[in-house]
């Protein structure tokens, strides 16, 4: 299999990673197109250094979250697109009453801090608290703290 | 909130959507990031700075009095080493390897780096209004050959040039406080950093 059809076989499997990442990390369509691009063309730019050493989804979390972290941003910007809007982020059939309950929950995630948003996915991505420290770079037990924390934040956010 | 989180990834298994042929054309995609159009931005900027600074540099030799050489040495200095700082500012966010570290790590690069670029931004919006008044009379004496501490000067000059002067301190207030906004921002990712980074 080619490099080519390798990636695009990865980033296939994966897509719902970094749909979830963009949604996090920036609060509108346009900026979360943008981020979704600039993820896939950082994983392609080091594709070559993934010697397969980590698990796929782990390399994929560390390189999408820095990314989002790199390059999420609060003001606009333009440049040439590839356009996703009729591909990846319109059309998710999701019933409303889902819909809405998803974007109280992405709400309340992107107003956390950039270091309890990435742990937070994390933990909701089902990844154990060993894997989310590998992943983040913290310890096992700034980890479990730190979620127990970022969840009575979004308790008492979603109550006010 | 893990069941909806569950109830999402369930979702967004069954729809894929991208094709091989998007996939590829997102790798190719270049300059299109923020950092690129920042960089653009500065630098536009510091070649017009160097313009000027290249024109004061040829007509020192016009600046028969020790207050306009002074003038001009520090406005030389404004326009030559703040786009360079501001520059490498930028080079260094730009540098930052985004597959190389975790998580934790870039966090604290990029707000390390993102507060030295603020600093250097910080402080050209203040000196800016300073500089202003510092090379009207070395461009008073390139243009016009006129010491402008010595002539006679109309008074809607004072008033043009107060009110460009309260125009610039307004914008350098706005532009301040957002930087400052940021550098707050960053400054408190690297204290939550430090804070727990015993346990």
Known sequence: MSKEETFTRIIRDNEGIIYKITRIYAGN?????????????????????????????????????NTA???????????????LEKVVLQHENYDPVLEERLQMLYDQIRILNDIDKGIILLFLEGKKHDEIASITGFSKSNIGT????IKEKIRKQILK | MQTLWTQLSSQLESQKKLTNKLIMEMTQQKFRN???????YETSGAVICFVFAFII????????????????????LFLVVLPILSLGAIKGMRSLNLAKHSY???????NKKRKNMLLIQKVAVMLGVVMMWVSIPVFSMIMNNKDFF????????????????IGVILFSRYGYRGYK???????????DLEDHSDY
């Open chain 2, 150 to 165: 010595t002539i006679k000067h109309d008074p809607w000059l004072w008033v043009f040039t107060g009110a460009v002067t």
């Open chain 2, 57 to 76: 540099l040829l007509n020192l030799d016009k600046m028969n009095a020790w207050y306009l050489m002074l003038c001009s040495i520090v406005t030389l």
């Open chain 1, 69 to 83: 972290l790199f390059h999420s941003k609060r003001a606009k910007k333009r440049g040439f697109n590839v356009s």
């Open chain 1, 29 to 65: 369509r346009e900026d979360q197109n943008d981020l979704y691009q600039e993820i896939v063309f950082q994983l392609w730019k080091s594709f070559d250094s993934f010697r397969g050493d980590a698990k796929i989804s782990t390399w994929m979390y560390r390189i999408s979250l």
């Open chain 2, 34 to 40: 923020r950092f690129y159009k920042l960089s653009l």
């Open chain 2, 104 to 110: 934790k790590e870039t966090l604290l690069r990029f």
């Open chain 2, 181 to 191: 906004k940021v550098t707050a921002s960053a400054e408190n990712v690297l204290k």
């Open chain 1, 146 to 149: 730190r979620i127990g924390r």
